[in-house]
């Protein structure tokens, strides 16, 4: 399967845990993208990278929020002293520059009790 | 900021017939694009049909084509001899294509049932 690949796919956790998700983009795709979508909304925009570059990032991705994108391969998504509405469904997509259409991956989808 | 709105929380249709979903998106940009993307249950996302703000002829992707009004701001997805791989959850999204940005901003979806 060479699409966009999410570890893990579920997540419980306590309130005040740490939890991080991987994700790995298609191989040749140089942009990743982080999103969350809570029950019965659409997904709203985390965060970009370019290569390993994080270029853009929304007011939603608090200081709790880390994202990493070592040597522009896999990201990683950190949140840190989980709250329960944290809970929700963490999707990565990727794309290439040209056509910049972003494949999505199966998300992660994060419960905390 | 653009907002994007999805006024059909759910929709219906037999199979066979044709159903339209629809979408609203307000926006200060005169350059942007318009997407559709459908979401299975636990299955990911993927790109139904997209739309350039700038090209004035509707996209159609084989049993899938769209409505762009752009001075009413309306993007409104047709579905064409419908079929049980169609029901699934349905976003309509943009992106702008001025300033950088990269976000897709998307509606709320809509939840479409194909009955036998």
């Known amino acids: 399967d060479t699409g966009v690949s999410q570890d893990p796919r579920h997540k419980i956790t306590k309130r005040g845990q740490n939890v991080t998700f991987r994700c790995d983009p298609i191989?040749?795709?140089?942009?990743l993208y982080w999103y969350r979508q809570t029950l019965g909304q659409g997904p709203e925009f985390l965060t970009y990278?370019?290569?390993?570059?994080?270029?853009?990032k929304s007011r939603l991705l608090s200081d709790r929020f880390s994202a990493e994108r070592p040597k522009g391969s896999f990201s990683t998504l950190e949140i840190q002293r989980t709250e329960q509405g944290d809970s929700a469904m963490y999707l990565c997509?990727?794309?290439?520059?040209?056509?910049?259409?972003?494949?999505f991956g199966q998300g992660t989808r994060l419960t905390v009790v | 900021a653009q907002t994007v709105t999805q006024s059909q929380p759910e929709m219906s249709v037999q199979e066979a017939e044709t159903v339209t979903l629809s979408c609203t998106y307000d926006?200060?940009?005169?350059?942007?694009?318009l997407f559709w993307y459908k979401q299975p249950p636990s299955r990911q996302m993927i790109l139904v049909i997209r739309?350039?703000?700038?090209?004035?002829q509707n996209a159609t992707e084989n049993r899938f084509s769209v409505n762009f009004q752009k001075a009413a701001k309306s993007f409104s997805l047709k579905i064409s001899d419908s079929q049980l791989g169609d029901a699934a959850m349905y976003f309509c999204?943009?992106?702008?294509?001025?300033?950088?940005?990269?976000?897709?901003?998307f509606g709320k979806g809509t939840k479409l049932t194909v009955n036998p």
């Open positions: 926006t200060s940009e005169s350059d942007y694009y």
């Open positions: 999204a943009y992106r702008s294509a001025q300033g950088g940005s990269e976000k897709l901003v």
């Open positions: 191989s040749e795709h140089n942009r």
């Open positions: 997509a990727s794309s290439l520059e040209n056509p910049r259409r972003a494949f």
């Open positions: 990278f370019q290569n390993e570059a994080q270029l853009e």
């Open positions: 739309q350039e703000a700038y090209k004035q």
